[in-house]
Every structure is written in structure tokens, then in C-alpha cells.
Nanobody
Framework: QVYLMESGGGLVQAGDSLRLSCAGP????????MAWFRQGPGKEHERDFV??????????YYGDSVKGRFTISRDNAKNTVYLQMNSLKPEDTAVYYC??????????????????????WGQGTQVTVSS
């Protein structure tokens, strides 16, 4: 079992910034590709892809709604992945989840966007953006 722990959520105003962090497992952290998903209000059974990063940090993918505003990064020495969120909008309000794909350190144009691809999940952190 791999435990992931998100932090950094909160209540902000539109246009503000937040940085989410996700602490991952130890020695094998760089063998996992990592991603952020979010689950908005009224979407209890739907998690939307936000961003993903390869194990070496060299490749990143973003969902269309966050491109140009959010940045995913990782520090393998600290076993941590980050999501820098700028120019936040009310529609960004959601519970944000960190996820790890233990099978692949590389990203895939086919599977990276699917929640089912990921083996381990954090408990989520709430981000609320007021207008």
C-alpha cells in the first residue's frame, strides 16, 4: 500500500493562487508517474483530470480547462509533487486528489487521463474559490 497525503487547499478569492502538495512514498517515488484530479460539487462519481507528470519530471500533461494557469512539478528528493494554481476561478472549486501510477513512470496519451489508470490515491484536499 502506498500512502499519499495532500495539503495546501483552502478558501480563496477569484484571481488568487494556491499551491497544493502531495507527499508520496519513499525510495520508489521516481518510478511513479503522478497526477492531480478533481471532483467538483455534485460530481460524486466523476473525477476530472487536471495534470500529470512523469517520474523524471520531464513530461507534463494538462487538462484543457487549466492550461496556462496551473503548473505541475515534482521534487523526487522530497518525494513530493506540487500543483501551482494561478488565476483561480470559481469553477475550479473542487476536492483535489493526488494519484500515483505505480505501473508506469512515463505518461501516455491514451491512459494518463483516466482515473482507472492510477493505483493509489490520497484523501483529497478542498479548494474553494469565491467570486
Amino acid at each position: 500500500q502506498v500512502y499519499l497525503m495532500e495539503s495546501g487547499g483552502g478558501l480563496v478569492q477569484a484571481g488568487d493562487s494556491l499551491r497544493l502538495s502531495c507527499a508520496g512514498p519513499g525510495r520508489t517515488f521516481d518510478t511513479y508517474s503522478m497526477a492531480w484530479f478533481r471532483q467538483g460539487p455534485g460530481k460524486e462519481h466523476e473525477r476530472d483530470f487536471v495534470a500529470a507528470i512523469s517520474g523524471d519530471g520531464g513530461t507534463t500533461y494538462y487538462g484543457d480547462s487549466v492550461k496556462g494557469r496551473f503548473t505541475i512539478s515534482r521534487d523526487n528528493a522530497k518525494n513530493t509533487v506540487y500543483l501551482q494554481m494561478n488565476s483561480l476561478k470559481p469553477e475550479d472549486t473542487a476536492v483535489y486528489y493526488c494519484a500515483a501510477d505505480a505501473k508506469n513512470w512515463q505518461l501516455s496519451l491514451i491512459t494518463t487521463f483516466r482515473p482507472s489508470e492510477y493505483d493509489f490515491w490520497g484523501q483529497g484536499t478542498q479548494v474553494t474559490v469565491s467570486s
